[in-house]
């Protein structure tokens, strides 16, 4: 983070001029009903011919299919994101930086589930995001490490290291990810908010209450993810502190009953945002469709925070979810019609609000 960047006022006005601009270029629900009714050397002809064609272009030569898609996905929403971060001055710089750890988080997790389950090198690789501050060099000894174990050794020294090495314990006794994830994300959302600027006023409230809805939302996926992975983990000790809807102690409470945290959600102030999502989650017992639902909900959250105060942070974070969602939809397009998915099984794997 340089001095030039940090130092000075921020310059919301100009950023968010960007992200607008930025945001009409996303991909539509029309762009999605196209995409579905392709193949995957399709699906790259026609990315060729939007925002992606850069990417396309460059790694045409080396890929093809959908390893051109994937590759290319992840190395336009690098440069999206690091725009950001050249665009920006002063404390909004410093907001988004932090902000965009979250992808060093995802860039572990996604390590540390391929490991799991067999994947090769290459294949994680495909799916890491270099947008955060871990550097190529290190994110390739990573992918690179033979076992779980080393990955938690090679984080030692990083914000994850004693987490993971206290939550490792517990997965090798289960085996399941869940405590090993949760130690990731609860280690990005409380460094993320305990280095909030504690200056007052109505954009940076409206900063914390974006986080702590993420926030919520984790801690009300994995309450399910427990519940529903019969391990005898206590959900108290995977609790993500800074949010608002649940207590620790509601939280162990409500993982042991789906249906009393399903109440509990639908009772909540999210209860709006989520009632087809819980209707589908009581009818089809469906883990994965609540959880697009929540990421769903949490797009339509931001974006309400940024028609509430344009002029914050919100606007950009909500583009960033808006631009992940994208990239999400597409890759999920491409492998669900490399593996002969229906149009209607590879709809329901999509994030559409």
């Not at 007052?200 to 801690?219: C, H, P």
């Not at 999210?270 to 994965?288: P, V």
């Not at 960033?320 to 794997?349: H, P, Y």
Request: hydrophobic content about 40%; overall charge negative.
């Amino acid at each position: 983070m340089s001095a030039r960047k940090t130092e000075g006022s921020s310059n919301y006005e100009y950023v968010n001029a960007r992200v607008r601009k930025r945001r009409s270029l996303l991909f539509d629900d029309e762009d999605y009903r196209k995409l579905l009714r392709m193949g995957p050397s399709e699906i790259a002809r026609y990315m060729e011919e939007t925002e992606y064609e850069e990417e396309i272009n460059a790694l045409g030569s080396r890929y093809g299919g959908v390893d051109l898609i994937e590759y290319a996905l992840n190395r336009n929403l690098a440069k999206h994101f690091d725009d950001l971060l050249r665009w920006a001055d002063g404390e909004l710089y410093e907001l988004i930086a932090r902000y965009l750890r979250k992808f060093d988080a995802w860039n572990v997790k996604t390590v540390i589930r391929g490991l799991y389950s067999g994947a090769d090198a290459d294949t994680i690789e495909s799916d890491l995001v270099y947008a955060g501050e871990f550097d190529r060099q290190f994110l390739d000894r990573l992918t690179e490490a033979g076992s779980i174990e080393e990955v938690v050794e090679l984080l030692d020294r990083t914000r994850y290291g004693d987490p993971l090495a206290d939550a490792y314990a517990d997965f090798e006794e289960t085996d399941v990810l869940v405590p090993l994830e949760n130690a990731v994300d609860r280690s990005y959302y409380e460094g993320l908010l305990a280095e909030t600027p504690t200056s007052s006023g109505r954009a940076m409230e409206l900063y914390v209450e974006f986080l702590q809805a993420e926030i919520d939302f984790r801690n009300a996926r994995n309450a399910l993810r427990i519940a529903r992975s019969g391990a005898d983990l206590d959900p108290a000790e995977y609790f993500i502190e800074g949010g608002q809807l649940f207590r620790e102690s509601e939280l162990s409470q409500l993982s042991t009953n789906v249906d009393e945290l399903s109440t509990f959600i639908r009772d909540s102030t999210y209860g709006d945002d989520l009632t087809e999502a819980l209707d589908d989650l009581e009818r089809t017992d469906s883990l994965i469709g609540f959880e697009h639902a929540l990421d769903a909900a949490l797009l339509e959250y931001s974006d309400h925070l940024s028609h509430v105060f344009p002029l914050s942070v919100c606007p950009v974070l909500a583009y960033v979810l808006a631009k992940e969602r994208e990239v999400d939809n597409i890759r999920a397009i491409a492998r669900g019609r490399e593996a002969g998915l229906t149009e209607d099984q590879i709809e329901s794997e999509l994030v559409i609000t």
